[in-house]
């Protein structure tokens, strides 16, 4: 992989030439060096060990705040090998990480069904040694029996799950909207018990089971569905980089397209320091 050095002195000032840059990975080796945004503004700072792309980031120029000279590698890895690795990088690591969210909401909602199943049962008896029936009138005066609501609680739980599990795969924010999807449903479910000509206790008693299940199921799944694998760099839908510390001594900004410096001995590349981010 050809290697290059480029040195900035105290307060030099670098132009990024895109082509340069386009299949170039730089790590600050010494110093600082600054990033020069597109409309002229300063960007953030990466110290030592930073490494970072800045193909596409729209950054300009690179800059030394300081007073003595940092210098940059340059790596350069030949077009088809790098592209052959960020495929097969980027397929295993967004079907791993796919694959192990739906299995992470698969096991947190089964143990989530069984538990609301549980919790409604028990309140449900509860309710009824303390003098609710639970006869439904227009059912033919038929009372429900603690079983039922077990099996009603874990068919709905179930259809929850599925639920989460589809915004999962097709939502930019499938926590969010499983929250206002499930309050929602929710929310519908506890009409029913008005509407079935039932005494005023049994009414009572299963909106709160309705509830009770809602406190167990949503929750769980909510968190789920927040959980994700560790990224080193988080980009929003504007080109939006945002620098993140992989441990104490080392951080990383990494970004997408093409822009980047260009000086008599070759490249530089950016900073890491401070959790700021370089915008388009």
């Known amino acids: 992989m050809p290697t290059r050095t480029l040195a900035l002195p105290g307060g030099a000032r670098v132009p990024v030439v895109a082509a340069q840059w386009q299949h170039a990975y730089g790590v600050v080796t010494r110093g600082r060096v600054q990033l020069e945004l597109r409309d002229g503004t300063p960007g953030p700072v990466l110290r030592r060990d930073a490494g970072f792309w800045l193909r596409g980031t729209g950054v300009r120029a690179l800059h030394n705040p300081g007073r003595r000279t940092a210098t940059v590698r340059i790596l350069t890895p030949h077009l088809e090998a790098r592209r052959n690795d960020m495929i097969s990088s980027t397929d295993t690591g967004v079907t ?26 028990l309140a449900a008896a509860l309710a009824r040694a303390a003098g609710v029936d639970f006869a439904i ?9 603690l079983g039922g609501f077990a099996v009603v609680t874990g068919f709905f739980s179930l259809v929850g799950v599925v639920i989460a599990a589809a915004l999962l795969r097709f939502s930019a924010r499938p926590a969010r909207r499983f929250v206002w999807t499930a309050v ?43 959980a994700g694998p560790p990224r080193e760099a988080a980009w929003t839908t504007e080109g939006q980089a945002e620098f993140s510390t992989s441990d104490s001594s080392r951080r990383e900004a990494r970004t997408p397209s093409e822009s980047i410096p260009q000086s008599g001995t070759g490249h530089a590349a950016g900073p890491t320091g401070s959790r700021r981010s370089a915008t388009e």
């Open 96 to 121: 791993v990480g796919r694959r192990h969210g739906f299995r992470r909401l698969a096991v947190t909602g089964l143990v989530a069904t069984l538990a609301a199943m549980v919790v409604t049962t």
């Open 137 to 145: 009138p227009d059912g033919g005066g038929e009372t429900i029996p």
């Open 184 to 226: 929602a449903l929710t929310v519908l479910s506890m009409v029913p018990p008005f509407l079935v000509g039932a005494a005023a206790p049994t009414v009572i008693a299963l909106v709160g089971l309705h509830l009770v299940a809602a406190a167990v199921m949503i929750p769980a799944l909510t968190r789920s569905l927040r």
